[in-house]
């Protein structure tokens, strides 16, 4: 048997070195690998000589809702270092906590850029969320209940939403009547506040029409009824503040805003599990609306009418407690 010929033309392949050959196919491998990640790196916009990433800067928005969390959360910190033997201090002390919290949540807690420690060679900011001192008491919480009141109504009136300056109007309110109530019990003066019933300057300044008409004049038949079936103290409160609502209805009308004026309107009857007679029931519930309606202001009245909203919230809200009404953690804002 004869042995084949050589193909013609194809010239002998010397067999191939199998070390040699491996480390080409290492080579080929790893430059594929290095292709890959360059490709996919750059399709999420990461180039591989970019600098380290940043802190985010923070927007109006942003600036105005982290301060006002921070000092949530220092006072909820605050607040569970104290304890006290006394019941009423207690309660109230359990109260804050509880608002605080409640606060928190609705400001969408503390901004912290990575939670679980920044990358290497990248400077944060730093977010301070402890008590102000080591062992804090009563009067520490006093300091800032007043403290965080002032920022939070000071942000609700640069805030450039209207959302945020109702949510910040509504907790500088409650720190407000917290710190006030504080005060009572440790037999001190209480914080200076700027609560004040709205004249008709600020009324006319927010702007009238028919809702805010017709929650003035309610408010203002509920509390000529609670005057006439009440007598001493109640009676000249609610008299006073009769005749300080009547004054903003003939404003509204005299400007005129449309006429929505009922001849009667309900009132609400005694509340027998808040402890309320028909009387504080009624002035309770006027007030509630008249807190409600302020802050809801905030969002269609120009910024320089702010500050007269803001401080009838704030005195709606002290009426409230007044006539033996209890505040929501976040007055005048529905509840969740």
Same mark, same amino acid.
């Given at each position: 048997?004869?042995?084949?010929?050589? *193909?013609?033309?194809?010239?002998?392949?010397?067999?191939? !070195?199998?070390p040699?050959?491996?480390?080409?196919?290492?080579?080929?491998r790893?430059?594929?690998?290095? /292709?890959?990640?360059?490709?996919?790196? *750059?399709?999420?916009?990461?180039?591989?000589?970019? &600098?380290?990433?940043?802190?985010?800067?923070?927007d109006?928005?942003?600036?105005?809702? #982290?301060?006002?969390?921070?000092d949530?959360?220092?006072?909820?910190a605050?607040?569970?270092?104290?304890?006290?033997?006394?019941?009423?201090?207690?309660?109230? =002390?359990?109260?804050?906590?509880?608002?605080?919290g409640a +606060?928190?949540?609705?400001?969408?807690?503390?901004?912290?850029?990575? @939670?679980?420690?920044? @990358?290497? !060679?990248?400077?944060?900011?730093?977010?301070?969320?402890?008590?102000?001192v080591?062992?804090?008491? *009563?009067?520490?919480?006093l $300091?800032?209940l007043?403290?965080?009141?002032?920022? &939070?109504?000071?942000?609700?009136?640069?805030?450039?939403?209207?959302?945020?300056?109702?949510? /910040?109007?509504?907790?500088?309110?409650?720190?407000s009547?917290?710190?006030?109530?504080?005060?009572?019990v440790?037999?001190?003066?209480?914080?200076?506040?700027?609560?004040?019933?709205? !004249?008709?300057?600020? =009324?006319?300044?927010?702007?009238?029409?028919?809702?805010?008409?017709?929650?003035?004049? #309610?408010?203002?038949?509920?509390?000529?009824t609670?005057?006439?079936? $009440?007598?001493?103290?109640?009676?000249?409160?609610?008299?006073?503040?009769?005749? #300080? =609502?009547?004054?903003?209805?003939?404003?509204?009308?005299? &400007?005129?805003?449309?006429?929505?004026?009922l001849? %009667?309107y309900? /009132?609400?009857?005694?509340?027998?599990?808040?402890?309320?007679?028909?009387? #504080?029931a009624?002035?309770? !519930?006027?007030?509630?609306?008249?807190?409600? +309606?302020? =802050? %809801?202001?905030?969002?269609?009245?120009?910024?320089? &009418?702010r500050a007269?909203?803001?401080?009838?919230?704030? +005195?709606?809200?002290?009426?409230?407690?007044?006539?033996?009404?209890t505040?929501?953690?976040?007055?005048? /804002?529905?509840?969740?």
């Amino acid at each position: 048997m004869r042995t084949p010929a050589p *193909a013609v033309g194809v010239p002998a392949q010397p067999a191939p !070195d199998r070390p040699a050959a491996r480390a080409r196919g290492r080579r080929a491998r790893r430059a594929a690998v290095a /292709l890959l990640a360059a490709a996919v790196l *750059a399709g999420c916009g990461v180039r591989l000589d970019s &600098a380290p990433p940043e802190e985010p800067a923070p927007d109006a928005v942003e600036e105005l809702r #982290q301060e006002a969390a921070v000092d949530a959360a220092t006072i909820a910190a605050t607040v569970a270092e104290i304890t006290s033997e006394d019941e009423a201090t207690a309660a109230l =002390l359990e109260r804050v906590a509880a608002d605080a919290g409640a +606060h928190l949540g609705a400001l969408g807690g503390v901004w912290v850029a990575w @939670p679980e420690g920044a @990358p290497e !060679d990248v400077e944060t900011s730093d977010v301070v969320t402890t008590p102000p001192v080591p062992e804090p008491g *009563a009067a520490d919480l006093l $300091t800032l209940l007043a403290d965080g009141a002032a920022e &939070a109504r000071s942000g609700a009136l640069q805030a450039p939403t209207d959302e945020l300056a109702a949510l /910040l109007a509504s907790v500088a309110v409650s720190r407000s009547r917290s710190a006030t109530a504080l005060a009572a019990v440790l037999g001190t003066e209480p914080p200076a506040g700027t609560a004040a019933p709205l !004249d008709p300057q600020g =009324l006319l300044a927010r702007g009238v029409d028919g809702p805010t008409l017709l929650v003035l004049d #309610q408010a203002r038949y509920a509390f000529e009824t609670v005057a006439a079936r $009440t007598e001493g103290a109640a009676r000249e409160r609610a008299t006073t503040r009769a005749i #300080q =609502l009547r004054s903003l209805v003939d404003a509204a009308v005299a &400007a005129g805003a449309p006429d929505v004026r009922l001849g %009667f309107y309900d /009132l609400p009857g005694p509340d027998a599990a808040a402890g309320l007679s028909a009387e #504080q029931a009624a002035a309770v !519930d006027a007030e509630e609306r008249l807190l409600e +309606h302020w =802050l %809801f202001s905030l969002g269609v009245a120009a910024p320089d &009418a702010r500050a007269a909203l803001l401080d009838a919230a704030a +005195h709606a809200a002290a009426e409230v407690e007044a006539w033996g009404g209890t505040l929501r953690a976040l007055p005048g /804002l529905a509840a969740a």
